[in-house]
């Protein structure tokens, strides 16, 4: 079975401080993506990154940067130098890919706020 | 590329009526949408996936009677919340997955969401 667990309901830091969210996930699957989403109170989803299971290089891109161990299944995202925009709601998701037929379906996980202090 | 549009984006009704909100795939073929629904401090749950052109599959205890999608062309989906009750309320959000000429996304691309507020 597939499964996301974001074990960290809420987070809370003062801005300038690194913040890591954590993410572990199950499957079976042997090709798989990886995608971490920001939802601000606006409720729009933002899309952060896409990473697929063949894929274990950590990326960067600016303060943001993730962490792929498939020895652990873990995804985690790091936040430094936090600051207060980056106040949202964090998903973490798992999408199995099946062929061309395959409809990318998400396994969501619960989600995390982070709630930066100015 | 690969954007997504969802009207309304914010709807108040009475009890008993019908609201219906659109998703739109605005620069691609939405061969796939998906829509959500998400409760405050939760998660999105699905509630259905429809391909263009045939019925919707419902996702467990979601009532399909109650939710009417329609998947009419490959760039519009409708989700029509028939009867709406307060419980009804909730944050609404719609995906697409599809082709852009014959580049395949391989992810989902989300609309902006409807909050339905039910009186």
């Known amino acids: 079975a597939q499964k996301v667990t974001q074990a960290q309901t809420e987070i809370s830091v003062v801005e300038k401080e690194d913040v890591t969210l954590d993410c572990v996930y199950e499957?079976?699957?042997?090709?798989?993506?990886l995608f971490w989403y920001k939802q601000p109170p606006s409720g729009e989803l933002v899309f952060l990154i896409r990473r697929n299971s063949f894929d274990e290089q950590n990326e960067i891109s600016g303060r943001y940067s993730w962490n792929f161990q498939k020895s652990t299944s873990s995804f985690n995202f790091t936040i430094t130098a936090s600051q207060v925009v980056d106040s949202a709601v964090y998903f973490c998701a798992l999408s199995e890919a099946q062929g061309v037929d395959s409809n990318y379906q998400l396994i969501w996980g619960a989600g995390t706020k982070l709630i930066i202090k100015p | 590329g690969a954007v997504v549009s969802q009207h309304p984006s914010r709807v108040i009704c009475k009890s008993g009526t019908s609201v219906k909100i659109e998703c739109r795939s605005l620069d691609f073929q939405a061969t796939t949408m998906f829509w959500y629904r998400q409760f405050p401090k939760q998660s999105l749950m699905l509630m259905a996936t429809s391909n263009e052109g045939s019925k919707a599959t419902y996702e467990q205890g979601v009532e399909k009677d109650k939710f009417l999608i329609n998947h009419a062309s490959l760039t519009l989906s409708t989700l029509t919340v028939t009867s709406a009750h307060p419980e009804d309320s909730s944050f609404y959000i719609c995906?697409?997955?599809?082709?852009?000429?014959?580049?395949?996304?391989?992810?989902?691309?989300f609309g902006p969401g409807t909050r339905l507020t039910v009186l």
């Open positions: 995906s697409a997955h599809g082709l852009a000429g014959s580049i395949s996304y391989n992810e989902q691309f």
């Open positions: 499957t079976r699957d042997t090709t798989y993506y």
